[in-house]
């Protein structure tokens, strides 16, 4: 990947888009960083560092947790992108005009954009309710407080920012897809989420000094979760680089055919299906539905003591108990088979293999094909879900068993804490950023291709 990179950046029209790049992720952390008036959110994380909003937090960069402009990060348009395709979908209509080359892409991105508005919109008011009953307000912009139209001024302000620093996310990763290298959103999440690596290696160095300070025996302690961790995210990494790379090949022989005084075909290939065709995709998506419930439930006050029906809900939701993982296993392998389903149509591959004069040894051409590459693909498919499951939720399953009784024995309160909640939802982002990472090297290598192709004019 180095390499790469490396010979990405001495072709300059390559280079001029690694830099554009750069400068908008470099604008976004300007942003995440800009506060929003009237709003004090320094005891954020201490109320609901726990909760799913901090990994809501680190898919911002940190903004959430500081209510800085940029607070709603990406969370809007791709839960916009997840609704859009799921129509597409559910109206073939809708599906018909999304397939309309250009017009039809220009289609999606313009109801893209409206949708993403309207959720900015309505998670912005209930991020501010949120504030507001949490006192994370000015004490002038409480409600109820000053002049009877005090709060609805300071909450439009409130509200306005929050949603022109959505739109202003949104514009960022398009402007990244127009001029950069693609995958806006992608890139954006990754720069987000390994933003919060360097603190957390920070914390884990500073508890070991800490422990061997204390005693022996703690700073011992603290070194084996420190390696731990360290070992099990590089493992992790391996694992993840060599899943993505496998891929299942199968054989396609094309018939001689003699064309004027030329023959062409005769010639065997193979059809290469990833084992991971679908990506990191079907983790986001089902990162984003799986936070709603309890998203919404905090949004409407509602928090693990509330001793009520609401309450029983969101212990139920939360991310630290036992139907969050199953709900997030279940997802990934249903959105890993929808993204097969609208990315990959084995009936027409079926049809263009016959019209060229292909096939696949052993099996008839047209309807037998596309069933033979169907069942494969579901196959295939079934193995990269359970993939991308496992690697999801092993981190949640290990916090307590491992992560937590050490944590609890060598470190403080607040330690404790920080490092448990990063280790939550270690899996999914490590599946983020080593997918972003492989994706973004496969489009420079492919750009590397296409600039170094010699044709026939040259």
């Not at 390499?3 to 790049?21: D, G, N, Y």
């Not at 990494?237 to 199968?250: A, C, D, L, P, V």
């Not at 097969?340 to 591959?349: D, G, K, L, M, R």
């Not at 939550?424 to 290598?445: D, K, M």
Request: some cysteine; overall charge positive; glycine content about 8%.
């Amino acid at each position: 990947m180095l390499q790469t990179l490396r010979k990405a950046w001495r072709v300059p029209e390559i280079k001029s888009k690694i830099l554009v790049v750069l400068f908008i992720l470099l604008l976004y952390r300007i942003g995440a960083v800009i506060p929003v008036p009237y709003v004090d959110a320094s005891n954020f994380n201490a109320q609901f560092g726990n909760t799913i909003f901090s990994y809501l937090s680190t898919l911002s960069g940190g903004a959430l947790e500081q209510a800085t402009l940029f607070a709603l990060g990406i969370s809007p348009y791709i839960t916009a992108s997840i609704v859009l395709q799921l129509l597409t979908v559910a109206f073939p209509k809708l599906g018909e005009i999304a397939k309309r080359g250009e017009e039809g892409k220009q289609f999606v991105n313009k109801w893209t954009r409206i949708v993403t508005v309207i959720l900015s919109v309505v998670t912005a008011i209930g991020y501010y309710i949120l504030l507001a009953k949490n006192g994370m307000l000015m004490p002038e912009a409480v409600w109820g407080e000053g002049q009877s139209w005090t709060w609805f001024l300071y909450a439009s302000v409130i509200v306005i920012c929050f949603c022109a620093g959505a739109s202003l996310v949104m514009w960022l990763a398009e402007k990244i897809n127009e001029n950069g290298l693609g995958n806006g959103i992608s890139l954006i999440l990754f720069f987000n989420i390994i933003h919060s690596l360097p603190s957390t290696l920070i914390m884990l160095v500073s508890l070991c000094i800490s422990s061997f300070g204390t005693s022996v025996g703690k700073g011992f302690g603290a070194i084996g979760l420190a390696l731990f961790v360290i070992l099990g995210l590089l493992a992790l990494t391996f694992f993840i680089i060599f899943i993505t790379g496998s891929e299942r090949r199968i054989p396609v022989q094309y018939a001689k055919r003699v064309v004027g005084r030329k023959m062409y075909g005769g010639q065997s290939t193979n059809l290469p299906l990833q084992l991971n065709m679908s990506g990191v995709m079907p983790v986001i998506f089902a990162s984003s539905i799986v936070s709603l419930p309890t998203t919404i439930l905090v949004l409407c006050g509602v928090t693990e003591k509330t001793d009520n029906f609401w309450g029983w809900l969101y212990r139920v939701f939360d991310a630290n108990g036992w139907v969050y993982p199953i709900i997030l296993f279940v997802l990934i392998i249903a959105f890993a088979y929808f993204y097969i389903t609208i990315s990959f149509n084995p009936v027409e591959f079926a049809n263009n293999l016959k019209k060229n004069g292909g096939m696949i040894p052993g099996i008839r051409q047209g309807r037998p094909t596309a069933e033979y590459i169907k069942r494969i693909l579901g196959k295939i498919t079934l193995m990269g879900a359970l993939f991308l499951s496992v690697v999801a939720i092993l981190p949640i399953i290990v916090r307590p068993l491992v992560i937590e009784p050490i944590l609890g024995a060598i470190a403080s309160a607040a330690e404790a804490q920080y490092l448990a909640q990063s280790f939550t939802f270690g899996g999914t982002s490590i599946l983020i950023v080593v997918g972003i990472a492989l994706e973004t090297a496969r489009e420079l290598e492919a750009q590397l291709t296409m600039r170094n192709y010699k044709g026939f004019l040259s």
